[in-house]
């Protein structure tokens, strides 16, 4: 295993996206196909894309170096930081509101995801699902780190992006199986950590996952990755996807992870490194913040989103 991931590591982005399209090929997307007439469940809720861009600000944040944190939000209590010098993730206690926020760092670029991705699954510690085993790790470094910060009394939302919106989606799981008071968290570019049946485990989640239209990560694992044991990966929460300036779309746990299937095949040759950086999502919501246009499923024509 330690040397298929090295050997993995070795190949470049490109060849790593060659590799996966090939894959799927292989695999007889034949599912695809049933999904040209698909049309979702309409979703007519109104999105606070305040909330939303509140919530990119500290994901981005995550990407900062410790004194520049704490100037942007002074009731942070704990900034963690690798041996390499980079965030790790850090805690905002608010007394006068008794919330705190657990912000987790990410990954920057969607080359280093396929840098650092494995398809690893194993059954979560301490929880009766199955989980990524790479995410389940850093989830669990963070979780006995923070513990001692956190307050029962208080109520707690977490964010990420990328690797780390992964990590703050199983933490959001650890902390309320530990009866911490969890408020709705919103994270962004989140790839899959649990099988199906994880999934549907946890579907009430008070979790809402951010998505630009041009990002492959939040479809990775891909959906033709089958465990012999486990089955395939799949998202849990409610989905949002960004377009271009003032439109998006928004889709309930089931019709997102229905069409995520497709969607991975025919828009794959749109992925880009940009697409999956934290300031390109910060850069979609803000155009959202005064006036948004939401789509249905079967108004979107597909390909590249400006």
């Known amino acids: 295993m330690i040397q298929k991931m090295k050997q993995w590591a070795s190949i470049s982005f490109p060849t790593k996206l060659l590799v996966i399209v090939t894959a799927c090929a292989l695999a007889g997307c034949a599912q695809i196909d049933t999904l040209e007439n698909f049309v979702p469940a309409p979703v007519t809720t109104e999105t606070d894309f305040e909330t939303i861009a509140m919530y990119a600000a500290y994901a981005d944040a995550a990407y900062l170096p410790e004194d520049e944190i704490r100037r942007r939000y002074p009731a942070t209590v704990r900034v963690k930081v690798s041996e390499r010098g980079e965030t790790v993730y850090f805690l905002e206690i608010v007394e006068s509101s008794k919330i705190q926020t657990i912000s987790a760092r990410g ?3 969607l080359g280093d995801v396929l840098h650092d991705v494995e398809f690893a699954i194993v059954r979560a510690v301490g929880l ?8 389940q790790e850093d989830a669990l470094l963070i979780y006995d780190d923070v513990k001692p910060f956190l307050r029962k009394d208080f109520r707690t939302r977490v964010t990420g992006h990328s690797l780390g ?12 199986r530990d009866g911490y008071v969890m408020e709705k968290s919103v994270n962004f570019g989140q790839p899959k950590f649990t099988n199906a049946e994880g999934a549907e485990r946890y579907k009430d989640l008070p979790l809402q996952r951010i998505v630009d239209a041009n990002d492959v990560v939040p479809m990775l694992p891909p959906p033709f990755i089958l465990h012999p044991k486990h089955g395939y990966y799949a998202h849990t929460g409610e989905e949002i996807i960004l377009l271009d300036g003032p439109r998006y779309m928004r889709l309930n746990e089931h019709d997102s992870e229905r069409i995520s299937i497709g969607q991975f095949w025919r828009d794959l040759k749109f992925a880009s490194s940009d697409d999956h950086r934290m300031a390109n999502y910060v850069r979609r919501i803000e155009s959202k913040r005064t006036s948004a246009e939401q789509l249905n499923y079967s108004e979107w024509k597909g390909g590249k989103v400006d």
């Open 107 to 109: 990954t920057k670029t």
């Open 128 to 135: 009766d699902i199955t989980i990524h085993r790479g995410f």
């Open 165 to 176: 919106a992964a990590v703050s989606a199983i933490l959001m799981i650890y902390l309320q």
